[in-house]
Structures are given as structure tokens and as C-alpha cells.
């Protein structure tokens, strides 16, 4: 009991329902292990009662929490204080305010910021801690709009060094905002990767996500490079013709996407570029980036360097260099002063050339702009969880517990960020996160939302199965990303397929969050299902929080992005299993267009997902049975996709979406996504790659080397690489943005 009870202090569930009506006890081996990597010692019962008594002595007796949160209408808790305190507020701006006797109100009436909350007891007894005060509610998205969906490196142009970049993506932007009247791009992550080679090529396992990476520069567009002369310029010229090579191999000759490769010339070429003196103007503006970024740039550009030198695994360096603040470290980076600021200047040159991005978008008219993606988690050798240590809970990783549809349950071998640290440090890593991430965002994407309130937290060394859900401060979190979010005035999508436990999709509605909604997964499981599309504007959505617990397909679903085709999945998931889910006969039925929420980025599919192509033509089913990824007997598989197309085709005629008949695939794209104009979605989204026929998904879970995930360029229907010039000229995606520029007036 005693152990139980120091559990549940410290946010550690020791229980768990993969399935509705079962409950499975958390392991008490398990729990042991999380409070370890919380710092609590519970290995014997002598050391739980120590550690109790210590609870008591510390936190159960503390006169503040670690971050005290206020919102309008919405007064934090602070009855525990002892009579005679008096309150005084250092406010963000520099000033001061002495509130006398505790009122909470009072607090929830201060500028919104981050501030610093004092108590003063009639004893002597004082306390300072972080003061959040957020607005309700992250701003709206500006009237509906739709958009496209795109993984940036799978873009490329004419000018790309052999993978899509921010010119690309500014070119995107400025096109398809004029001429067919987009207000939004959404992103995969541009997250910093650790290097290689080899160097992951998912963009959901980065080194940080505080700094984009410069892989993703356009070289030309740097205004140093007007300036390179002699052998400098020659040697420029050498790389992009290395670089047209590149391009060439991927466009014309069916190579993947070689990421290394294309890093090899950009680097060279960057330093080039760095030996060429800024001018007043350009020096000016990067010492101001500089100043703003602060030690969270130099220590991101401190592990850059000391990469280069002793590999990308901190935790094999040697053991001076492991810790950021250590004289050995400190030592060091005195001597890679040089290394530290090339790095630095290329984070200023990427930073730069987004808000180009930005900038070209909102210039073609786009209401929104760009969406930038935020990654569940890092990967633990990188350079964020070195230079936040105390922030990430050692010997742990993220994953989801077994559910009806996974019985091994998923690891996806990120470290968790510790609920008691981010607190303790009035949630500083998640802010400055949030502000980097929004710098240049119209929009922001959380992946696996629901990650803001709990999460599944797998021990080193054991299986998915033998881990914990671990609780964090929902109120808090949601709380920081409001005000971020107002600051920035950017909206938020949280990503919430799959399990959701109860009164989250709620509780992200009441702050304004949309949802993710993937139209093959909207049907109504259980007859509940269809009372979260309405549960707008905080209204209790508790019966489709119930059913979604497991839910149909979909459900269970690692955070659609993390799954990068590692082993059996990261997740070790298997969507084909949920995909498959509703053969014939199910009792799941379609839900109608106005049985959608409206607070969601609507969607027929995603990276994670089949193509709408591959679903019409089987292409799908074909490809998991080719890998021999397939949940059955490929007759079975086969049959149940026939079923679930036949039935969306006969939804599609009954409502008069598909005038030009069955068998027609081109027809058939449109068809699904008029179907989405008829909801009431905030945000209609279109897979980049369904505009052109693509037949082949840019991940595929639970593949690693059997399948090139994150390494295609966008294709038509035959497998030809698409320039982006040959999109927009497309026939067929012009014929099917129609469709949404018409049906979004």
C-alpha cells in the first residue's frame, strides 16, 4: 500500500484498461523503476517510508506548488496557505505588485506572462515559485480554409540538391496560395537530426527540437553566396553540379532520397559560405538572433561540435564532456569557439530562410501559412537530452501500453520528459520549445496530444508490455501552449488518433485545440462516437472518450508520425491489424459529414496511412502482403478492403458525391474529399502526394530496411517522380484543388 500510495503521489498509475471492462496492475517491479528515474528510491519497504516521510517533509508541507497556473475564470488553488500570508507578484515586464492576503482571482487577473509568485507567512516563512497566467484559449484558425499535407524532403524542384528545402517550400507556398487559393502547408517536423552516416531519416526521432536543421537550406538563396569569388566559387559551382547529379539519380532514375549525401554538399558549401565576412547590416542581425537565443543555442552548437569530434552518442563521450556545464566541457568549448559559431550560423541561416517561408505564404494570401510539426520525443543520444539532462527521466522510454489490437504494446525508444522537473523549472524547456517551434508558424501540430497528460513510460531493458502511464500536469501544459500559441497568434492541432482516456478531447476543445480527424477512421464505434463531433466549446464528450479508449481503426495507433519503420515499429504496431478491423458485417457505421466535430484538421489520410490511390486500386493490401505484413490470410485482408471501399463508395453515390460513377479512381479522389467539405471542419487537408496518384505511402510501420520510409519523392500513379513544377502543372491536381477552392467558398 505504502508503495502504491508514493505512486500515486508522484503521477504514476498503477493500473492500466487496455480494453473496456479490463484492468491490468502495474508491475511492482515496474513501479519501482519510475520513481527511480523520478529520483525516489521505493526499492524496499524501509525505503518507501523514507521516501513518504521526505514527501511529507517536502513537498507536502511546501507553502507553493512548484508553478502556480492562472486563467480567466479560472483561480489557482492556494487554500492550503496559512493564515496572516501575504502575496507579492513579480510581474514578466519588470514590475512589482503586492497583492496583501492570498486571493486567488486577484492572481487570474494579471497580465498574462510568466511571472514570479512570493509568500510571505506571519512566522517568516517565504516561498517563490513560477506564476503562469494564460489566456482560455489558443487562437482560432481565421474562418475555414483548406490546404496541403508534405513531407518537405519529398518536394523537390528543379533547384533542389537532391531533396525538397525551404525554397521549395516557399515556392509551395507562394504558388499554391495564388493560384489555388490555399490558406495553409503543414509539415512534417524540420527538427535538427542527430548526424550520421547512416543518419536516421525519420523526422520523428531528431537530436533537438528546439533548432531546425540545416539540411533543409537553399544554398543559392544565402546572400553570401552572391559574394563567394575565386577558388571559392569554383568550388561552389563543383558542388551544385554534384548536386544536380543528385537531383538527377532521384528524379530520373529512381534513387531514393539520400539525405547523407545531400548533407556532404550543403556542409562543404556552408563552409564556404561561413568564410565569408557578413556585411554591418547581416553581422548586426545575427548577433541580435545570438542574443535572443540565448544558452540554448550555444549548448545545441556546443554538442554540434563536440559531434564532430567524438561521435553523435553523448553518452559515449568521454566523461568530462557529458555534462554541459562541467570544466571539461567548458575547456572544450573554448577551442571549438570556431565550430560552435558555424553551427550557430547556420541554425541563424535556417531560422532565416523559415520566415522567408513564412513571409511568402501570408504574401500569396494564405490566412494560416505554414504548420510546423512538434515530434512526440527526442532521440536520447541528441543533443537536447544533453543539454537538458535533468529534464528527461533517465533509463526510460515513450511507447503505449497492449491494447485490443496490439497485445505487445509499443516502445518508441524516446526519453520522456519528467513532470516534476518541468514544474520545478515553471515548464522553461516546453516554453522556449513552443516559442522556437511558433517563431514562423501560422499553425502549430502537436503529435500524440494526448502526450500532455499522460504518457506510457517503458523501463530500459523491458518489454512495452511491463511499463506505466505517468501523469502530467494537463492544466499546465495546456496552459503554456495557450499563451505561446496567443503570443505567437497561431493555432494548434493536436494530433488525437488512437487511444485517448477520457475528458481529453474535451479538455483540448475547451482551450481551442482542434483535433485530427482521418476520414477512414470516423465511424461510430459502439454508438457513442458520435457525441465528441459535437463537444465544441468545452461540452463534455464523455461518450465517445469512453469508447475511444480502444476504439476501431485507428485506435491504438502510435502517434501516427513516430512510427519510422524501425524493427516490429518503434511501437512495434501493426496497422494494417487496425485497418483491417471492421470487415464484413461490422457494426461501425460511416458517420454523416454533420456528425464531424468542427474543432479539426479533416483529412483522408496521412504519412502514416495508405495513399487514397492505394486503397482504391488495392495497392495497399498488395504491398503489406508483398512484405508479408498482413494481419491474415491475404484473402481475408483482400476481402475486408473490397468490403470497407465497397461500402465508402456506396456512401459516397447515396450522397450524390460521386456523380461520374464507380470505377473511376480520379473521380473517387475528389468524391472522398468533397465528403469532407460537407463537415463542418475547420481545416480540410490534402496528402500532397493524392493529388497526382501516388500509389505509395511515405512510411510504412513496422518496416525498416524492407521498405524505403522517409526516403521518396512525391510520384504519379506509374511511380514517376513529380517535380515541383509538374505539380503545378498538373491536370489532375488542378482538377481536384477545384473541387476544394469551390467547395470551401
Known amino acids: 500500500m505504502g508503495r502504491a500510495r508514493l505512486a500515486r503521489l508522484h503521477g504514476i498509475a498503477t493500473s ?53 497556473v492562472a486563467r480567466p475564470g479560472r483561480p489557482p488553488d492556494l487554500t492550503g496557505l496559512p493564515e496572516g500570508t501575504v502575496l507579492r507578484v513579480e510581474t514578466e515586464g519588470g514590475g512589482t505588485a503586492d497583492l496583501g492576503a492570498p486571493d486567488p482571482a486577484a492572481l487570474a487577473r494579471l497580465p498574462l506572462g510568466i511571472h514570479v509568485l512570493e509568500a510571505r507567512t506571519p512566522g517568516g516563512r517565504t516561498a517563490r515559485t513560477a506564476l503562469i497566467v494564460a489566456p482560455d484559449r489558443v487562437p482560432a484558425p481565421p474562418g475555414r480554409s483548406h490546404g496541403f499535407l508534405v513531407q518537405l524532403y519529398s518536394l523537390l524542384s528543379r533547384r533542389s540538391w537532391g531533396m525538397g528545402d525551404l525554397g521549395d517550400l516557399a515556392d509551395l507556398a507562394a504558388w499554391s496560395g495564388r493560384a489555388l487559393g490555399t490558406g495553409f502547408v503543414q509539415l512534417n517536423p524540420l527538427h535538427a537530426a542527430v548526424p550520421g552516416p547512416p543518419t536516421d531519416p525519420s523526422p520523428y526521432r531528431p537530436s533537438s527540437r528546439r533548432f531546425p536543421d540545416p539540411v533543409h537550406l537553399r544554398i543559392e538563396h544565402i546572400p553570401e553566396y552572391a559574394d563567394l569569388a575565386g577558388t571559392a566559387r569554383l568550388r561552389a559551382d563543383e558542388l551544385a553540379a554534384r548536386a544536380h547529379v543528385l537531383r538527377s539519380e532521384v528524379l530520373e532514375r529512381g534513387a531514393l532520397i539520400d539525405r547523407d549525401a545531400v548533407w556532404a554538399l550543403k556542409r562543404e558549401a556552408l563552409e564556404l559560405l561561413w568564410a565569408v565576412p557578413l556585411s554591418p547590416g547581416r553581422r548586426a542581425a545575427y548577433c541580435d538572433f545570438l542574443a535572443e537565443q540565448g544558452q540554448a543555442l550555444e549548448d545545441h552548437a556546443t554538442w554540434c561540435a563536440i559531434a564532430e569530434r567524438h561521435g553523435p552518442d ?194 483540448l476543445a475547451a482551450r481551442g485545440v482542434l483535433g485530427t480527424s482521418v476520414l477512414w477512421f470516423e465511424r461510430d464505434y459502439g454508438g457513442e462516437r458520435d457525441a465528441a463531433p459535437r463537444a465544441e466549446e468545452g461540452e463534455a464528450a464523455d461518450g465517445r472518450e469512453a469508447a475511444d479508449v480502444v476504439g476501431g481503426p485507428g485506435a491504438g495507433l502510435a502517434p501516427e508520425a513516430v512510427p519510422d519503420g524501425s524493427g516490429p515499429g518503434p511501437a512495434g504496431e501493426d496497422v494494417a491489424a487496425r485497418e483491417a478491423a471492421p470487415g464484413p458485417g461490422a457494426a461501425a457505421r460511416i458517420l454523416a459529414p454533420g456528425e464531424w466535430r468542427s474543432g479539426c484538421l479533416a483529412t483522408v489520410t496521412t504519412h502514416d496511412l495508405p495513399t487514397t490511390a492505394a486503397r482504391l ?129
Not at 27 to 44: M, Q, R
Open 16 to 68: 492500466y484498461a487496455p480494453s473496456p471492462g479490463k484492468s491490468v496492475q502495474t508491475a511492482d517491479d515496474t513501479v519501482v523503476a519510475v520513481l527511480a528515474a523520478l529520483g525516489v528510491d521505493a526499492s524496499t519497504p524501509y525505503a518507501v517510508r523514507t521516501a513518504l516521510a521526505a514527501y511529507e517533509d517536502g513537498a507536502g508541507r511546501a507553502l507553493l506548488p512548484r508553478t502556480v
Open 617 to 745: 486500386t488495392g495497392a495497399d493490401v498488395a504491398l503489406r502482403e508483398r512484405l508479408g505484413l498482413l494481419a491474415g490470410p491475404p484473402e481475408r485482408e483482400r476481402s475486408r478492403a473490397t468490403y470497407e471501399l465497397a461500402e465508402w463508395m456506396g456512401e459516397l453515390v447515396r450522397r450524390g458525391l460521386l456523380p461520374e460513377g464507380q470505377g473511376d479512381e480520379e473521380a473517387a479522389v475528389k468524391a472522398v474529399h468533397r465528403f469532407l467539405l460537407r463537415t463542418p471542419a475547420r481545416m480540410v487537408g490534402v496528402w500532397l502526394p493524392d493529388a497526382v496518384g501516388d500509389r505509395r505511402p511515405q512510411n510504412l510501420p513496422g518496416t525498416w530496411d524492407e521498405y524505403p520510409n522517409w526516403r521518396l519523392p512525391i510520384a504519379g500513379p506509374d511511380g514517376r517522380p513529380h517535380t515541383l513544377e509538374e505539380l503545378a502543372a498538373s491536370p489532375r491536381l488542378h482538377a481536384l484543388m477545384r473541387e476544394l477552392s469551390d467547395g470551401s467558398r
Open 314 to 507: 553523448w553518452r559515449g563521450w568521454p566523461d568530462g564532456l557529458r555534462d554541459p556545464r562541467s570544466p571539461g566541457t567548458a575547456r572544450l568549448r573554448h577551442r571549438l569557439l570556431d565550430r560552435i559559431d558555424f553551427h550557430c550560423r547556420l541554425a541563424w541561416l535556417t531560422d532565416q530562410q523559415l520566415a522567408a517561408a513564412q513571409r511568402a505564404a501570408r504574401d500569396a494570401g494564405m490566412a494560416i501559412g505554414l504548420v510546423h510539426d512538434l515530434a512526440v520525443g527526442v532521440h536520447p543520444s541528441g543533443a537536447d537530452t544533453w543539454a537538458q539532462q535533468d529534464a528527461f527521466a533517465a533509463g526510460m522510454s515513450i511507447g503505449a501500453p497492449p491494447d485490443a489490437f496490439n497485445a505487445r504494446g509499443q516502445d518508441w525508444g524516446l526519453p520522456p520528459w519528467r513532470p516534476d522537473a518541468l514544474a520545478a523549472a515553471g515548464y522553461a524547456p516546453y516554453r522556449e520549445l513552443l516559442r522556437g517551434l511558433l517563431r514562423h508558424a501560422g499553425a502549430l501540430r502537436i503529435d500524440h496530444v494526448m502526450g500532455l497528460f499522460r504518457l506510457w513510460w517503458v523501463p530500459e531493458g523491458r518489454p512495452p508490455t511491463e511499463g506505466a502511464y505517468v501523469r502530467y500536469d494537463g492544466e499546465a501544459m495546456l496552459s503554456v501552449l495557450a499563451l505561446e500559441a496567443q503570443r505567437a497568434g497561431a493555432a494548434v492541432i493536436g494530433e488525437d488518433l488512437g487511444t485517448v482516456e477520457p475528458g481529453v478531447r474535451g479538455a
